[in-house]
DNA sequence: TTGTACGCGTTATCAT
DNA sequence: ATGATAACGCGTACAA
C-alpha cells in the first residue's frame, strides 16, 4: 500500500498543500494543524518521494564528489587512482563530513568524455553542489562548470578570481610549505644530493612542491636537482633506475607523493641502497610501514572544509583556504595520524 | 536553456515516446530513426532526468550501503566506527565495484530511529537494492526489509533461508577457519595460554569466530580461555587490564577485531610486556605496523560479490557466500593486502 | 512502427 | 490560513 501525501491529507482532512507546508516547515501553518498531521505522518510512517520533491523544484540535499581520471578507461582510473591513492583517505573523510551534516554523498570519476554527467546532475538539481578534485589547472570543462553552475568547491585547483556573483571555493594544502619542511628535513639529516621527483606540473599542488622544495634548496645554498615524475609509478620509477644506471649521485630523495616514493623505494632497495632516506606526500598507508617519511595534509580539515561550504552560512563567496601539512617522521606519528579525529 | 525529451522530440520531428524509446533501447525503433535521434541527443548534450525516470518507474542505479551505529548519537558511530574501523575500507572497496559496474552507490549510517530512511529508499525506489553490514543477528528491521524488500545483501548476518521467492542474498567471512588458523599460529609459536577476546555474540562473525578460537584449542588439548570484548574498545581494554591486576597468566592473545587487538596493545606495552604476541581480525591500518598480526578478510572480494549480487544475471536467489581470510604475520604481507587489486 | 494520454508525488503559484 | 491547479520530465499501456 502507497503511502503519499494525498492520503496523508485525506486523513487529516486538508489539503496536499497543507502537508507539503507541514513537512517542508513552512511558517503560515497554525501549529494545531501542525501537529495533527505530523502525528498522522508518524502513524502512518509516510515518508516523502525525493524524486518527486527534486523533480518539482526543492533543492536537494546530495553532495557531488567528483574526481578525475585522466585517460579513458575507467576500471583503470579506479584500480590505479582510486584503490591506490590518496584520493580513498578523502572520499572517506567527505563522506563522514557529509554524513554528519545529513547530507548524502555521490561519488564519481570523471573524465573527459563523461563530463556531461556532472552537468546534467546540476542541471537536474540532482546535487546541490560538487567537489571537484585531480582536475588539472585550467580544465576545460571545470571552467565551465565554474561559469553555469554553482556552488563549486575545487581542491587543489589554481584559484582565478574572474568569476564575481557566483560560488566558487578553492581549498589547498599548503604544498609549498609541506615541501620546504620535508626538503629542509633531508638536508638537516646531513644530505648534500637532494633530488626532487616532481608532480604533476599542470596541478597548482605539483607546481608548489616543486617551489617549496627549490626555496629550501636554495637557502642552504645548494644546487636544486629536480626531475619531472609527473605524480605516476612509471615516471618515477622510469626516472630513479635512469640516475641508478648513470651513476648520478644523490643522498636523499623528496618526491611531490607518496606514490612515487613507493616506487623509488623499492627501486632503490633492490640496488641495495637501503640508507638514502626519502619523503613522499600524502601519508598513504603503505610508505611509513616502510620506513619512508611523508608530508600529510590535514586531510579531516581538509574535508570538513568542503563539506561545510554548502551550508553557506556566512555567505561569503569565492573564498580561498589553505589546509596545514605535517611531516611524519615515523610509525609514531603515522598511527596518530591514521585516527580520523 | 533546459533541454529535455520534448525539446529532442521536436527538432527530431518525432514524439517524446520515440525518444524515450531510444533511450531505454527499445527494439522497435528502426535503426535510421535511432541514429537520427542519437546524433540530437549528443548534439543538444541531452542527458535524461534520472529523478523523473525514477518517477516515472524507471529502476535506478544507485545501490544503498547501510551502516549499522547501534547508538542514538550519529556522530559517535561516524567518528569511531566509520572513520577508525572495518567499514572504511569496505566502503571504499564498494564503492570502487559499484563504479566499475555504473552504479552509483549512496552510503548511511542507520539505527533504529532513522531505519526508515532505508524503507523510504526501498518504496521511492531510490535505490535498486540495499547491502546491509553491522546489523545483529535477528534485528527487527532486517527482518521487516527481508519480507517486504527486495533485494537485499546481509555481510556477516546470520542467514535465514525462511523467504522463499525474494532475493536475499548473504555474504560472510570464513570465520571459524579465519580465527581457528590465528589461534593455531599462536599456539605452534609456543604458546601454551592463548586467550580469546571474543566479539559480539550478536553477530554471526563473533560466535563464529570464537568457535573457531575453541576448535584450535581443543585440537590441542588446550582450555579456552575466554572473554568477551564485544567489540569494542573499552571493554578490550578493561579485559586486559583487569587480568594484569588479577595476575592471570596468558601467552598469547587472538582477539575477534583489530579494534581490540589494537587496545590490548597499548596496554600490555605499557605494562611492559611486550613479548606476548596478538592477533586481531580485519587487517586495520594501525595493527600490523605496530607489530600485532590480523586475520585479513579477502574484503575486495566481498565488496565485488556484494555488488555483483544486483546484476542478477544468474536468477539465483538466496545466495550464501564465505569470504576467505588470510594470516597477516607482518608488514611484507600488509603492504601487499593493501593493494585493492 | 509510432503517437496519445495518463500517471508518478511533490512543490510553487495564485487565488481566496 | 488554506485549497486548487499547474508545472517538473519521463515511462508505458493502449491505440492506431
Same mark, same amino acid.
Given at each position: ?11 487529516a ?31 502512518l ?13 526543492k ?15 575507467k576500471?583503470k ?18 563522506l ?9 554523498? *555521490? %561519488? +564519481?570519476?570523471?573524465?573527459?568524455? &563523461?563530463?556531461?554527467?556532472? #552537468?546534467?546532475? /546540476?542541471? =537536474? ?19 565551465k ?8 568547491? *575545487? %581542491? +587543489?585547483?589554481?584559484?582565478?578570481? &574572474?568569476?564575481?556573483?557566483? #560560488?566558487?571555493? /578553492?581549498? =589547498? ?41 627549490? #626555496? ?15 605524480y ?110
Open positions: 500500500m502507497k503511502i503519499n501525501s494525498t492520503k496523508v491529507a485525506q486523513i482532512g486538508v489539503s496536499r498543500s497543507t502537508v507539503s507546508r507541514v513537512i517542508n516547515n513552512y511558517s503560515n501553518v497554525p501549529s494545531e494543524t501542525r501537529e495533527k498531521i505530523l502525528k498522522i505522518i508518524d502513524e510512517g509516510y515518508i516523502p518521494n525525493t524524486s518527486a520533491q527534486v523533480l518539482a523544484g533543492k536537494s540535499r546530495t553532495i557531488g564528489l567528483f574526481i578525475y581520471g585522466d585517460n579513458n578507461d576500471s582510473i579506479l584500480d590505479n587512482g582510486l584503490s591506490f591513492g590518496y584520493y580513498l583517505d578523502f572520499i572517506n573523510r567527505v563522514k563530513e557529509a554524513l554528519k551534516l545529513d547530507y548524502q554523498l *555521490l %561519488v +564519481d570519476v570523471i573524465n573527459d568524455n &563523461n563530463f556531461s554527467k556532472v #552537468e546534467s546532475l /546540476y542541471v =537536474n538539481r540532482d546535487i546541490i553542489g560538487g567537489i571537484f578534485i585531480g582536475f588539472k589547472e585550467g580544465d576545460e570543462n571545470i571552467q562548470i565554474i561559469k553555469q553552475h554553482s556552488p563549486i568547491v *575545487l %581542491v +587543489d585547483y589554481l584559484s582565478n578570481p &574572474n568569476c564575481e556573483n557566483k #560560488e566558487v571555493y /578553492y581549498i =589547498n594544502t599548503e604544498d609549498f610549505n609541506g615541501a620546504k619542511e620535508a626538503t629542509e628535513h633531508l638536508i638537516n639529516l646531513g644530505k648534500k644530493r637532494v633530488i626532487h621527483i616532481s608532480g604533476d606540473r599542470c596541478k597548482l599542488s605539483g607546481k608548489e612542491r616543486e617551489k617549496g622544495y627549490i #626555496e629550501a634548496m636554495k637557502k642552504f645554498g645548494m644546487t636544486p636537482m629536480i626531475y619531472n615524475g609527473n605516476s609509478d612509471e615516471k618515477a620509477t622510469e626516472i630513479i633506475m635512469n640516475l641508478l644506471e648513470k651513476n648520478i649521485e644523490f643522498d636523499g630523495v623528496f618526491c611531490a607523493n607518496d606514490n612515487m616514493s613507493y616506487c623509488v623505494n623499492n627501486v632503490l632497495k633492490e640496488n641495495g641502497k637501503e640508507n638514502i632516506p626519502i619523503i613522499g606526500f600524502d601519508n598513504l598507508r603503505n610508505t611509513i610501514p616502510l620506513g619512508l617519511m611523508s608530508v600529510a595534509p590535514d586531510i579531516n580539515n581538509l574535508a570538513k572544509t568542503a563539506v561545510e561550504l554548502f551550508q553557506n552560512d556566512k555567505g561569503e563567496k569565492q573564498k580561498v583556504t589553505f589546509i596545514k601539512t605535517t611531516l611524519i617522521k615515523g610509525l609514531k606519528e603515522y598511527i596518530k595520524e591514521s585516527y580520523l579525529d
